[in-house]
């Protein structure tokens, strides 16, 4: 297995065409990494193809051309009927390399490339525990087992953590040595900007009392229903508030567990925000409560933005970006009492943040797309 940690030949002069296939549906972790990707490879001088299908919901593509990007639309709603139009990005277009990181489209752009007898060279990114989502539901036992088949024929595999490659050579049989390992691009220049926007959210303004904050969709991996748990725990020892970042199909169950649990008045579910980060630089302390995680984007926008984080142990990179518990508290899975006990550990001595903000660079998209570069130069 190689790891482009460190770029070991930085060929600036690399200068390629290259599609990156967002897709459309959900916009989450995995399309902010490659638009954060996008950026800094065009930034390098790249041409950059963002293709997209009718359906997306990346609604700010004037932001995209003013960075130089070429935005492609596939005439699709279904990604499943996307491979005619990569067939036909791929005759019309002829990048020299398409990169894309959901499942179905790393599948999607392979089948494409085959049937259309493109020279296009193909690199897919792992971006889930392949380990643990297939067990979630025959979609994704389906998905596995293509994945299991067609992976095989990308020119490059790159997954965002060392876990993330080992579990995916051991469930898929490809060998580790045909996988690279590339921490995902997750903190923008803009980061810091974004967060200084002001927000109207009363608690945030008087800041009474300390807020904890989970964000992220809020789907059965996320486990924020443990969060909210250990939420109820930590109240009874100290005043504190719960914001919620995110919508998704366990929105229903966590306010119905809120309202059991009779603590509504210390939680605020915002929803979906486009802007998360001026919410997040003003937690008090930023919990990762899931079921299993390849890396987190949230753990590490939390390093840059100085907050400090509590993450459970689960399967996946959680030990990786915080160095094994240096850079934040790391407790044991599905547990909500020492979930509660990490939080208030975490108020009561919260890491420095100019600790937290020199670690997060190991993430910063523009290191992390010369890594890439590097990488691509073999192609």
Same mark, same amino acid.
């Given at each position: ?8 030949? @930085? ?13 459309? *549906?959900?916009?989450?972790? !995995?399309?902010? /990494? ?64 398409? !990169? %894309? ?6 599948? +999607? ?6 049937? %259309? ?18 067990? @979630? ?9 293509? /994945? ?9 595999? !790159?997954? *965002?953590?060392?876990?993330?490659? $080992? ?14 390992? +590339?921490?995902?691009? #997750? !903190? %923008?220049? #803009? ?16 800041? $009474? ?9 809020? $789907? ?22 719960? /914001?919620?970042?995110? @919508? ?10 809120? $309202? ?6 210390? /939680? ?5 925000? #486009? ?8 937690? %008090? ?47 044991? =899975? @599905? ?41 691509? =130069?073999?192609?």
């Amino acid at each position: 297995m190689n790891l482009y940690y460190r770029a070991k030949h @930085e060929k600036q002069a690399l200068s390629k065409r290259i599609g990156i296939f967002i897709g459309g *549906g959900s916009f989450g972790g !995995i399309e902010r /990494v490659l638009l954060n990707l996008a950026f800094e490879l065009s930034a390098s001088g790249q041409k950059i193809d963002l293709i997209f299908t009718k359906n997306s919901k990346c609604s700010i593509n004037q932001k995209y051309r003013k960075n130089g990007l070429k935005i492609i639309k596939i005439g699709v709603n279904r990604i499943r009927w996307s491979v005619f139009g990569i067939i036909k990005y791929l005759k019309s277009n002829k990048p020299d390399i398409i !990169i %894309s990181g959901a499942p179905s489209n790393n599948i +999607i752009v392979i089948i494409a490339k085959y049937l %259309s007898r493109s020279k296009t060279k193909i690199v897919v990114g792992i971006h889930c525990i392949f380990s643990e989502t297939r067990k @979630e539901n025959i979609i994704s036992w389906i998905i596995y087992l293509l /994945v299991t088949i067609f992976y095989r024929y990308a020119d490059k595999i !790159i997954a *965002g953590t060392r876990y993330a490659a $080992e579990d995916f050579s051991k469930v898929t049989g490809i060998p580790i040595k045909k996988i690279d390992v +590339i921490y995902n691009p #997750s !903190i %923008s220049k #803009s980061i810091i900007e974004e967060s200084n926007r002001p927000i109207v959210h009363p608690w945030f303004i008087k800041k $009474e009392y300390p807020i904890i904050m989970g964000v992220g969709r809020l $789907e059965v991996e996320k486990n924020f229903q443990l969060l909210v748990k250990a939420f109820a725990k930590v109240i009874k020892h100290r005043k504190a508030y719960l /914001v919620l970042l995110g @919508e998704g199909k366990e929105q229903k169950k966590i306010e119905d567990l809120i $309202e059991q649990l009779k603590i509504w008045q210390f /939680v605020s579910m915002e929803g979906f925000v #486009s802007n998360p980060y001026p919410y997040m630089a003003k937690a %008090s302390v930023i919990v990762v409560p899931s079921l299993h995680e390849q890396f987190s984007i949230v753990l590490a926008e939390a390093m840059a933005l100085g907050i400090s984080t509590v993450a459970t142990d689960c399967p996946g990179g959680i030990r990786e970006v915080l160095d094994i518990g240096k850079y934040g508290k790391i407790v044991e =899975s @599905e547990n909500e009492d020492a979930l509660a006990k990490g939080i208030i550990e975490m108020l009561d001595n919260p890491i420095n943040p100019n600790i937290l903000m020199e670690r997060s660079k190991i993430f910063s998209a523009e290191k992390i797309a010369r890594e890439y570069l590097a990488l691509l =130069s073999d192609l």
